[in-house]
């Protein structure tokens, strides 16, 4: 009598979707005992690959379906585990394993049938779509893997912008892993070396950054000529992963640039810059009450000519900012549909000091258009700002 694990998640999957685990005894007759459940001990840990520790974190029960398996989703478990923000730790990566077994009740105690240990898997803060299948391999979800990103695949970027894009660099269930970026650009071609170990079995070297605004500091072109650029994976000198991603250097318009970074579903950064009429607002809130006015522990009743019948007790205020893009491309609507449902949004202030705003998003419904039935796109968001503008902790 023994547990077979029929379905096993992928080997890095993201921990907001299913994380699925499906089991059965290939003893059918044990089935028929009494109280027989299927029983998953959780082992999820950060560090080393293999410092999981020697006690579970969770256990599990499951009783057999009208198949007679036992289905575990881990991804509620997973998920809550992976707090940190994306702007603190680059490479939120989790490692879990179980250990699964079965039990059933016998006379005045419970029986445990021998355990089968999963092999180690990776999650991932971020989510899967709708149509893509239960358990698929991360590196399947976006034709530029190991970028993370879902593109689009020619973009733009201004010569003043910083900022850096994320390579998973970890064993994802797919070969060769990539050791550099590779650049293309008008000024001619380089390489830039990642410095996570390639393979690495860290949980906190899974994931790399490479420069893609100009002006960060490891860039590997100078600004002046630069008129486009493209980004690639690469294993080695000769081995492209993946399919590459290309920048157009624009010009800034005549309005102030906004430029703003979200958590995309892969739990990592994707940039846009919102450089046409922006408006920003501060609304105030006031609550008042009422003060008892007058010297009421004095000998006489007076009052003096600069009480107030009305206070305010609360008086604070929200900011919010309204941006616009440029004519975009419709290829763009897929990240922008991250925006919308993204947890994690900056505003980045100033680029130079690398001073940002935490900002949530404010708009929950937009059209989106095609260049087939609307030929030019715009499109408008708003954001409300996540700090007030009081320092009231």
């Not at 096993?8 to 699925?20: E, F, G, N, R, V």
């Not at 005992?33 to 299927?38: A, L």
């Not at 399947?140 to 390579?167: F, H, I, R």
Request: net charge negative; charged share 15%.
């Amino acid at each position: 009598m023994a547990i077979s694990i029929l379905q096993t998640p992928a080997s890095a999957s993201l921990a907001q979707s299913p994380i699925i685990f499906s089991v059965t005894e290939t003893n059918t007759a044990l089935l028929q005992n009494d109280d027989f459940q299927y029983i998953g001990e959780l082992y999820y840990w950060t560090g080393s690959l293999t410092n999981s520790g020697s006690t579970s974190d969770y256990t599990m029960q499951k009783f057999p379906n009208i198949s007679l398996s036992g289905i575990f989703d881990l991804n509620r478990i997973i998920n809550s585990t992976l707090t940190d923000l994306a702007q603190v730790n680059t490479s939120n990566v989790m490692y879990f394993a179980v250990d699964f077994y079965h039990q059933y009740y016998s006379g005045s105690s419970y029986v445990t049938g021998s355990h089968v240990k999963s092999q180690t898997y990776k999650a991932l803060d971020g989510y899967g779509l709708f149509q893509e299948p239960i358990g698929q391999q991360i590196f399947n979800k976006t034709p530029y893997w190991p970028l993370m990103t879902d593109g689009p695949a020619t973009q733009s970027c201004l010569v003043e912008n910083y900022g850096s894009a994320s390579v998973y660099t970890g064993n994802a269930g797919t070969t060769p892993l990539p050791d550099r970026i590779y650049y293309n650009s008008s000024l001619g071609t380089s390489a830039f070396y990642l410095l996570s170990a390639t393979g690495s079995n860290s949980s906190s070297l899974q994931i790399d950054e490479y420069p893609i605004g100009p002006q960060e500091s490891e860039f590997p072109f100078g600004t002046t000529g630069l008129d486009w650029f493209t980004v690639q994976a690469y294993s080695g000198s000769s081995a492209p992963i993946g399919q590459s991603i290309k920048f157009n250097v624009v010009c800034n318009q005549k309005y102030p640039n906004v430029r703003i970074k979200w958590k995309n579903r892969y739990g990592q950064f994707d940039w846009f810059n919102f450089n046409m009429v922006n408006r920003q607002s501060f609304n105030t809130e006031r609550r008042t009450y009422q003060p008892q006015l007058g010297t009421w522990q004095s000998p006489t009743l007076q009052y003096n000519n600069y009480d107030s019948s009305v206070l305010n007790y609360i008086s604070d205020s929200k900011q919010a900012i309204s941006v616009n893009t440029d004519w975009v491309d419709d290829a763009y609507n897929e990240i922008f549909k991250q925006l919308l449902v993204s947890d994690e949004i900056y505003w980045i202030y100033d680029e130079a000091a690398n001073d940002l705003r935490p900002i949530t998003i404010n708009t929950s419904s937009i059209t989106f258009k095609t260049g087939v039935v609307d030929k030019v796109i715009q499109y408008s968001f708003d954001f409300n700002w996540g700090q007030a503008y009081k320092l009231i902790i």
